[in-house]
Each structure stands twice: as structure tokens, then as C-alpha cells.
């Protein structure tokens, strides 16, 4: 930082500056800059590239396009586009869905597992297991799964004598949205459930020792003390959880693509294919633009809800 | 656990029923591919299916490393590397950068503390897909693409909003008074950090180690991008080998799949009794 | 029928013949490179990868050293090259390319028919050589040609039984089709679920258009008139996407094949699922492996079916090689692209089964076959180099891929029965006029 240049009131500002950095209050901000300045590069300045170029006919073997003002065009396009409204709608749904299910088997799994005491550690270690699995994998591998000519699934169903012709998971309307649905929750249940095991582990035993004393059948301790107690934990994990749920894509890109007739399409498969099949970056990027908000719809949803579970339990802020 | 006693017989049996058809859920499509991996291409196509692969092999993992005469090998070497360089970098990175993170939202008073932490969170909200393009463009330009130093950038950006959360819970639980009677003792406040602070907030950083190992272990979207050669290019990448235009070498993709699931797994295995006291003290309160 | 095809094919092949012969005399000057770094994007996958084991070659031969900067498959490396001409980082010399990509990319790579004497272009199959012109420009030499044909089961259509039903249900005798007509009769005839299916096609992406087209043109329609008005919703265009409806509704294909590409087909074909299959040379190597398919000692070869029209639709592509204007020794990059298509490179990929792109090469290979006791894929060239008489691309403007990308979700949405076959082609007609439209070429 050069200040000889500068005109005659920066040197009094930067010296303010200084004067701020060295003195305790500079200390929080000191310790966040290493963090602001990565977030800054690789995600800010990114998405205000992109926010510009959402504004634009931005076709990406154009680069000349890039400097293509076109205004409200592309939103206004996307405002009428039923198709891209489909895809929005199914991605709320697959999200709203997923996260809520992932949740209460995520519980279910955690409260079993609690009560096992032998073997726990190899259980965890068991119950993480598709945590693992890179999605792009967990595409591959449901896809294959799926397949009804020499999918497991039908094989399987075969085998059992209970079905005479083969299934088709993939095509089938209700069918392909269910297979992505179980892929996912597949993939990402553990999460749920490692949360709340800890959360499980970390309950305090007293009240429900005392509750018990009382004449509490289970079902009352569990609706009084545990759930209560567990609430933060849940909605932590639903808030981590909605902040990277745009992993699926890698997996259904894989498995479905969006189809087939666009079945399965979501936000992130449609945007892909308009921004680097079609080249059309400028109207991918105000796809892209709309699903931000719908995923910080969810998370600031969550983050409220946390807040508000953590000062029930009268944690601090 | 004084409940387990208090439990019927059947209760019990439930209970391990009900935690045995979890783990099989939860295990079989994943040991689908490991068994996918040791079989030859034949049995995959096989109808009546070919349940336990009736003739092992480890011909996939031949073809992986160039021992057969019917392809080239991958650089799985070099990929294995490379994702190991990146994910244990990154991870270390964003721990000490995401602690220092925690440790301001936990111990100071400052303005804008709350917007600024909803800000770190949001930012992980972006999908990958939105961020591929103009990261490329702009990692283009600095000249960092196809490196490692460029893609661990990226995920200390994904690793990091996640650490300071975990760590900011956890350095709240660990009273205040410990490190300033450490002050009155004569130390400085660093040491007292590193002395009375930074040993009781371990199993916090390794549970958060954890989640950021395993997330840039797997990550694909944004490698896939921003890589290209055996420079930096990562395992999961360098499944899309086995897909070419026409055909997917589903056994040679399995046997790599295995490769990457082994140290994910063991690592996790070793960690994670620190994961769960990390993640109990981390989250709430 | 088939002898007018037979002539025509044996005309081709004399010219072929005719011109090799002219131009065999002056061989290619590869040049001398030497230190010179040539910097490569090469398509990657195992049956492409072989190929490259000949630039040690090269690089012997001209001192150059090569360094492939990026190896993916077609569509990773489309994505990449778009991504460099987004930044306008074209670092590098040689690409791969395809038929279907090459007018995407604009004035990306040279015009190599000003970089390549006549006599040597002269030595591709002048078909193959046509379809790989962007805008007048030679903007790729073709390594691989792509032209679909019928791969069919043998003992199912010598099966006496199946034999004796066919004749007596439709009054012919059971041979490989002559015409999609009879080829969907015959797709449903065999289908006995879920054990045996008539066939499986790509139902989505660039497949599930292409097959569509191809059927479209056989019956004489076409996806656009002279003036790039949208045409494929004409009842040619409808008749072609119920010929696909009919065999969905039948159950004669796998209920999943509107999600399935390429590799699903070909590992279905293998397990012995299906009775014909409609589809590109390289799979000849994979059916005919006994280690990897089950139909290895049953395949037969059948030149595709000609539509209501009576001609072939015909739909092929071609792998590549484009030299980039960016290139800082367009020579070298030149060089290296003749040589990996040359005799020798295009003897390479014709040995693995694949349709080369060098007109002496069909002769040779047929021979190598024959010596080496390959009578299997000996049978199929002949077979698959008529087929090439009649091969097309798809229209070569920039915008087909998107185009495609409009038509074959709406082709699903007819097959598996959300709209009519007219209502999915309007709605795909009208999206396509607005894509060219906006791109000035309506």
C-alpha cells in the first residue's frame, strides 16, 4: 500500500485505518479476513460475474457476446418458460421432500443406533458408509441399480418371483422422480443421522431418569425431553444439509439427466444443458440466479428456526 | 446405557432387527459396486443375475494400473495423489482459517457479527454449477487452472463457512475464565490459546476436519472444471475416464470407485470417535 | 431393391479405388520439427486411446514432442473448448472433433484443405471428406466414420420354429429387414419380455434426434427445408416418431430405453437381450468378443433398413482431428493430424472394427481379417461401406446440438404417451424456429 501518491486526505484515512488495526477492536475482523478473502475470490467476485452475465446473450463460443446488454430479457424469457417453472417446482418439491425424510430416517437411525451399546464404533463407521461415495458415483451406481433390463432391483424382483416384467424405475413418471429421491436420501441420510446421534449422546440423563420416576411412558419422555432437547440439532442438520442439497445434481445428471420428457428435470440439469450444451451462458446464469434464492429461501428458513430452538434451550446467540 | 436394561427381550430383537435392515439398506447398493468391481464384464450383463461373483477376479484392477495387454492403464497414481495432495491441504487450511473464523464469532462482540455469519453460511448455498463458469474464467486469467494450488482454493471456499460454525459452537462451550486464569499466570494470550484453548477444542476440529476431508475428497462438479490433466485432475474426476462416447466401463469404474472409498473409509473409521464428541459439543448451545 | 444398391455401392468403391490408386505415387511430407512442443486435446476412452500409441511415431519421425493437455470424453472436451473460447486461452494445437461438434466452434480451427496438398486429401473417402466441411471449410480430418447399421442374432432368425411362426403370421420368410415397416414387425415378433426384446434405441440426448432423423429422412421428409424452416413436424416427421411409439407400446423394447445412451444398448445387445440392434460400427469388435458378449458365435451383419421413401436415412458422423487458428506452428499441427489418419493410423482403428476413413484401408483390413481368421468382422465392411453411400450428418450449422436439445425431450414425451406424436413435433418446431431465429439464420 503505496501512500505517497495519494491526495491529502487519504494519508489522515489510512493512518484511521491503521490506527483501527492495531487496536482490539481490528481483532475479530483480523482473524475472519483470511476466511472473507477466500469467500470473496471464490465465490463473490464469481457471482458477480455471473450476475452480469445473466443480463446479457452471453453465448459462450461468442466471447464477444459477453458485452451484449440485453436488460430484463433473459428473466423476462424465463418468467414465461413453462418448462423452466416445471423445473423449478420439482426441484422445491425434491428438496422439500428429501431434507424432510432424510431427517426422520436420519432420527429413526440415530435413535436405534443409540440403543445399541456393542459394536457401536464399527456401526457408526458402517452408518457413514455412503458418505463415501462421491455423488457422481452414487449416480452411476443407481442408475445401474435401476436399470430395469439388469438393474439389482429388478433382478432381485425377479428372483423373488414377484414381478413377470421388469420394472422401468427410470422412466416412469412417479417411478424415475422416486429412484432419484432414494438415491439421494441414500446418499445423504448418514449425514442426518451422525448429526443426531451426537446430538443423542449428548443428552443429559437426569431428566429422564426423573421423568421416568414420574410415571413417563416413553413415547411422553421422548415427545417432552429428547425432541426438545434435539431440535437445534435437527435444524443445524437441515441447514447444512440445504446448503450443499445442489450436490445431487452430479448424481442426477447421471442417472436420469432431467428425462425422460423431462420427468426429473431440475433446476441445476436444465441450466447446465442451456448454459454449456446450448451455450447459452447468459440465460443459464439467470436460471442460475433464481435457484440461488430458492436455496436461500430455505437456508435462512432454517437458520431462523435454529435460532429460535437455540434460545429455548437457552444456549447463548 | 441404564436403558438397555430396562428393555423387554423383544424390545431388544426390535431393536437389533430394526438396526440390521437400516445397515443393510444402507451397505448393499455400496457393496454392490465393490462386488462389481472383482467381477468380469460377463456376470454384470448376466440374466438370471449373477448374485456373488462366481469367478473373482482382479482383472479391473489390472486394467487400471496398465497390467493387461488389452488397454492402456489410467494414471490412477497420479489421480490418487493428486486428490490426496488437494483434499488433506485443503482440509488442514480451511480448519486453522475456519478456527480463527470460530474463535472471533465466539469470543468477541463486533458489528455486523450476525449478518456476517448468515453471510458465510449463504455463501455455500451456490450451486456449483452457477460458480463453474465464471470461476473458470477468472482462474483462466490468473492462470491457475488445471493446478492443484487453484482447486484447493476453491474448496477452502466450501470447507470453510461449515468449519467456523462447528468451531464457533465449540470454542462457546469452553468457558472463558480457563484462558484468562492462564492470562493472570503470566501467559500470553497465544499461549493461552494454544495451551488451555486449542487441546479442549480437538475433537471439534476433527469432526470438522472430517466433513471438509471427505467433501473435497468426493467434490466432482467443480473438478471437473477446473482441471484436466494429470497436473490436478482428482479419482473422482478421473471415473468419467471409463465413460466414453458410446460405452461405460462399469467394472473398471467400479474398481476405481473402490480405491476411493478405502481411505475415505478408514480414515473415518479412525476419526470418528472424535467425531461424535466433536459434533455433540460443536452444534448447539 | 438390393441389387440397385450393390451397383451403386461397387460404383463408389471403383471410384475409390480409381482415385487411391492416382494418388498412392506422392506420399505426405510430415515435415521436421525439431525442440517444437505440439500442444494436443485428444478425445479420451479406451477404444480411442489405442490410436495414440502411434505418436511416439510421430514424434520419432519429426523430432517434435507432444504433450496432450487434456484427455475426455466427447462431450467433457466439447464443454472444455467452449470454456477456452470463452477465455480466449486457445494454448493449444490439435483437438479432436466430431461432425455433429465441429460447426459449433466457429473460426476456431483452419481450413485445412489450404494446409493439405489435393492428393492427399484425395486419399479419404470423398463422402466422409464432404460432410466433414464447415461452411466450405475443411475444418477436421475424419478418423473414424460412424453410420448406423443392423447387428441381428443369427440363431433367432434361423431358428425353425421362429421361422415357420413368422411365415405364417406375416406371409414372408424371416430374413435381416429391408424396411423400417418390416423391421418393426419383426422387433415386435421376437420381443417375448422380459427375457427377449426386439431391440433398444437411444431415447435421449443427440441419439434419440439422430434416430428420429434418420427415419424421418428414409421416409423422405427432412428436418428443414432449403431455408432452415423447420420441417420435421410433416407427416414423414410424424410417421418416423410412431414407428418408435409402436414398439414402446408393444413392450418389443426395454420400457427404460427412453433413458438409455449408447452403453446401456450395447451391454444389452451383449447379455443376449435383444434381436437386432441398430447401431454404429465400433460395437462389431465388443458383439464379437467372446470374453465380453454372449452373441459372439450368432452375429449377423444387415445393412440398414430405407424407410417409406425407399432410400436409407443414413445417419453418420465422424471422429476427428482440427488444427486451431491459434496454433502457433500450424504445420506441425497439420502434420500430426494427416498422420493419425493416415493408411497406417486408418489400418489401426479398422483392425478394432471400426469404419475407417481412407479409402485403401476397407480392401486392406478385409484382407487382414480374412488372414486372421476374423471372418465375423471380414463379413460386416463390405456390408457397412454401402452403407456409407448413403450416409448423412446432421444439418452441420452451430446450432443442432441445440436444437436437439429442443427435440428430444418432446420425441420422449410422444413415445412414452403424454402427447400425440403432431402436438410434441409442433411444439419442438416452434422452439427450433425460435433457436435459429435468434441465431439470424431464419
Known amino acids: 500500500m503505496t501512500t505517497t501518491t495519494e491526495p491529502l486526505s487519504r494519508p489522515g484515512f489510512m493512518e484511521g485505518v491503521a490506527a483501527f488495526f492495531r487496536s482490539p477492536r481490528a481483532v475479530p475482523y483480523l482473524l475472519l479476513l483470511p476466511a472473507m478473502i477466500v469467500i470473496l475470490a471464490v465465490v463473490l467476485v464469481p457471482l458477480l460475474v455471473s450476475f452480469w452475465t445473466s443480463f446479457t446473450s452471453y453465448n459462450l463460443t461468442k466471447p464477444a457476446t459477453l458485452f451484449n446488454f440485453v436488460g430484463l430479457r433473459n428473466y423476462q424469457r424465463l418468467l414465461g418458460n413453462e418448462d423452466f417453472w416445471w423445473a423449478f417446482g420439482r426441484t422445491f418439491m425434491f428438496v422439500t421432500i428429501t431434507l424432510n425424510l432424510e431427517m426422520l430416517l436420519g432420527l429413526g437411525l440415530a435413535l436405534l443406533i443409540n440403543k445399541i451399546t456393542w459394536g457401536q464404533r464399527t456401526l457408526r463407521t458402517i452408518m457413514m458408509f455412503p458418505m463415501m461415495f462421491s455423488p457422481i458415483l452414487v449416480g452411476f451406481q443407481f442408475k445401474y441399480i435401476f436399470n430395469d433390463s439388469i438393474g439389482l432391483v429388478n433382478n432381485a424382483l425377479f428372483d423373488l418371483g414377484l414381478i413377470s416384467q421388469p420394472i422401468p424405475w427410470l422412466v416412469d413418471g412417479t417411478l424415475a422422480n422416486f429412484s432419484i429421491i432414494f438415491a439421494e436420501i441414500w446418499m445423504s441420510t448418514s449425514i442426518f443421522a451422525i448429526l443426531l446421534l451426537a446430538g443423542l449422546m449428548a443428552l443429559p440423563k437426569d431428566p429422564i431418569e426423573a421423568a421416568k420416576v414420574d410415571g413417563c411412558n416413553p413415547l411422553q419422555v421422548f415427545q417432552h425431553i429428547t425432541l426438545p432437547f434435539l431440535m437445534p440439532f435437527i435444524y443445524i442438520a437441515m441447514t447444512i444439509r440445504s446448503l450443499d442439497v445442489a450436490r445431487a445434481y452430479d448424481m442426477v445428471r447421471i442417472m436420469t439427466n432431467g428425462g425422460p420428457a423431462g420427468r426429473t428435470e431440475l433446476i441445476w440439469t436444465l441450466m447446465t444443458r442451456t448454459g454449456y450444451q446450448n451455450s447459452q451462458m447468459g440465460m443459464a446464469n439467470a436460471m442460475g440466479y433464481i435457484s440461488i434464492l430458492l436455496s436461500i429461501a430455505f437456508t435462512v428458513f432454517f437458520f431462523r428456526k435454529l435460532t429460535a430452538a437455540r434460545s429455548f434451550m437457552g444456549g447463548a446467540q | ?285 | 431393391m438390393a441389387n440397385k444398391i450393390l451397383v451403386r455401392a461397387l460404383l463408389a468403391s471403383c471410384a475409390v479405388v480409381a482415385l487411391s490408386g492416382a494418388a498412392a505415387a506422392q506420399d505426405f511430407d510430415y515435415g521436421s520439427f525439431p525442440d517444437y512442443t505440439l500442444k494436443v486435446k485428444l478425445i479420451g476412452g479406451t477404444q480411442y486411446e489405442k490410436l495414440y500409441t502411434r505418436i511416439p511415431e510421430w514424434e520419432a519421425l519429426t523430432g517434435a514432442k507432444v504433450e496432450i493437455v487434456s484427455s475426455k470424453n466427447h462431450f467433457d472436451l466439447d464443454r472444455e473448448i467452449k470454456q477456452d473460447i470463452a477465455t480466449g486461452q486457445i494454448t493449444w494445437c490439435v483437438g479432436s472433433n466430431h461432425t455433429s461438434f465441429a460447426p459449433q466452434y466457429g473460426d476456431l480451427y483452419i481450413d485445412l484443405a489450404e494446409a493439405i496438398p489435393a492428393e492427399e486429401l484425395a486419399k479419404y473417402v470423398p463422402g466422409t471428406l464432404k460432410s466433414s466441411m464447415v461452411d466450405g471449410r475443411l475444418v477436421q480430418l475424419p478418423r473414424v466414420t460412424d453410420v448406423s447399421n443392423l447387428y441381428y442374432r443369427k440363431d433367432l432368425y434361423e431358428d425353425p420354429a421362429r421361422m415357420e411362426a413368422y411365415k405364417a403370421e406375416f406371409g414372408t420368410d424371416l430374413a435381416p429387414a429391408k424396411t423400417y415397416e418390416e423391421l418393426k414387425q419383426q422387433i415386435i415378433f421376437f420381443a417375448d419380455p422380459p427375457n427377449l426384446y426386439g431391440t433398444a434405441f437411444a431415447g435421449k440426448d443427440e441419439g434419440m434426434s439422430g434416430r428420429f432423423m434418420e427415419i424421418l429422412r428414409a421416409n423422405g421428409g427432412d428436418l428443414f427445408d432449403e431455408n432452415w424452416n423447420p420441417t420435421f413436424n410433416s407427416p414423414e416427421g410424424v410417421a418416423a416418431l410412431n414407428w418408435f411409439k409402436e414398439i414402446y407400446d408393444a413392450g418389443a423394447v426395454p420400457a427404460g430405453t427412453v433413458n438409455y445412451t449408447w452403453d446401456d444398448i450395447g451391454q444389452a445387445m451383449a447379455a443376449g437381450q435383444l434381436a437386432v440392434d441398430l447401431d454404429w460400427p465400433g460395437f462389431a469388435g465388443f458383439y464379437s468378443d467372446p470374453s465380453a458378449s454372449k452373441i459372439s458365435d450368432v452375429l449377423g451383419f444387415a445393412v440398414s433398413p430405407v424407410g417409406s421413401a425407399g432410400v436409407r436415412g443414413g445417419w453418420s458422423g465422424s471422429h476427428s482431428f482440427s488444427v486451431t487458428e491459434a496454433c502457433d506452428n500450424k504445420e506441425a499441427g497439420t502434420s500430426f493430424a494427416v498422420f493419425l489418419t493416415n493408411d497406417e493410423s486408418a489400418m489401426m482403428e479398422a483392425e478394432a472394427g471400426n469404419l475407417p476413413t481412407r479409402s485403401k484401408t476397407f480392401d486392406d483390413v478385409i484382407n487382414y481379417f480374412n488372414e486372421n481368421g476374423k471372418t465375423a468382422l471380414a463379413e460386416m465392411f463390405p456390408i457397412w461401406q454401402a452403407s456409407l453411400a448413403d450416409a448423412r450428418t446432421p444439418p452441420l450449422i452451430p446450432q443442432w446440438i441445440e436444437v436437439s436439445n429442443v427435440l428430444w425431450p418432446q420425441l420422449q414425451a410422444a413415445i412414452v404417451g403424454e402427447k400425440t406424436a403432431q402436438e410434441a413435433l409442433d411444439k419442438a418446431a416452434d422452439d427450433a424456429r425460435i433457436i435459429l431465429e435468434d441465431a439470424g439464420i431464419l
Not at chain 2, 17 to 38: C, R, S
Not at chain 2, 73 to 95: C, D, K, R
Not at chain 2, 255 to 281: D, E, N, S
Request: charged share 10%; with cysteine; hydrophobic share 55%.
Open chain 2, 1 to 285: 446405557m441404564s436403558q438397555m436394561s430396562m428393555e423387554k427381550p423383544w424390545q431388544r430383537w426390535l431393536i437389533r432387527f430394526g438396526v440390521f435392515v437400516a445397515m443393510v439398506i444402507l451397505t448393499v447398493p455400496g457393496l454392490w459396486v465393490v462386488l462389481t468391481a472383482f467381477r468380469p464384464n460377463i456376470e454384470v450383463l448376466a440374466r438370471p443375475a449373477v448374485w456373488i461373483p462366481q469367478q473373482w477376479t482382479l482383472d479391473n484392477f489390472a486394467r487400471l494400473f496398465g497390467q493387461s495387454d488389452a488397454q492402456q492403464g489410467l494414471p490412477v497414481a497420479q489421480y490418487f495423489i493428486n486428490s490426496l495432495v488437494i483434499s488433506l491441504t485443503s482440509t488442514v487450511i480451511a480448519v486453522v482459517i475456519g478456527m480463527a473464523g470460530g474463535y472471533a464469532f465466539a469470543r468477541y462482540r463486533f458489528r455486523g457479527k450476525a449478518t456476517l455469519f448468515l453471510a458465510f453460511m449463504l455463501s455455500r448455498t451456490v450451486p456449483g454449477v452457477a460458480l463453474s463458469l465464471p470461476l473458470f474464467i477468472i482462474w483462466a486469467r490468473l492462470g491457475i487452472i488445471d493446478t492443484s494450488f487453484g482447486l484447493i482454493v476453491v474448496y477452502l471456499a466450501v470447507n470453510i463457512p461449515f468449519t467456523i460454525w462447528l468451531t464457533d459452537g465449540f470454542f462457546r462451550q469452553i468457558p472463558v475464565d480457563l484462558s484468562e486464569a492462564a492470562q493472570i499466570d503470566g501467559c500470553t494470550a497465544w499461549q493461552a490459546f494454544w495451551k488451555i484453548e486449542f487441546p479442549l477444542a480437538r475433537s471439534g476440529l476433527a469432526s470438522a476436519a472430517i466433513f471438509a476431508f471427505l467433501t473435497s475428497w468426493n467434490e466432482y462438479a467443480l473438478a471437473s472444471q477446473l482441471t484436466r490433466t494429470t497436473a490436478s485432475k482428482t479419482m473422482p474426476v478421473g471415473l468419467m475416464d471409463f465413460t466414453a462416447q458410446f460405452t461405460v466401463d462399469w467394472t473398471g469404474m467400479s474398481a476405481m470407485a473402490v480405491l476411493i472409498i478405502i481411505p475415505a473409509l478408514v480414515l473415518t473409521f479412525i476419526v470418528q470417535k472424535h467425531l461424535i464428541a466433536g459434533l455433540t459439543f460443536g452444534g448447539v448451545k
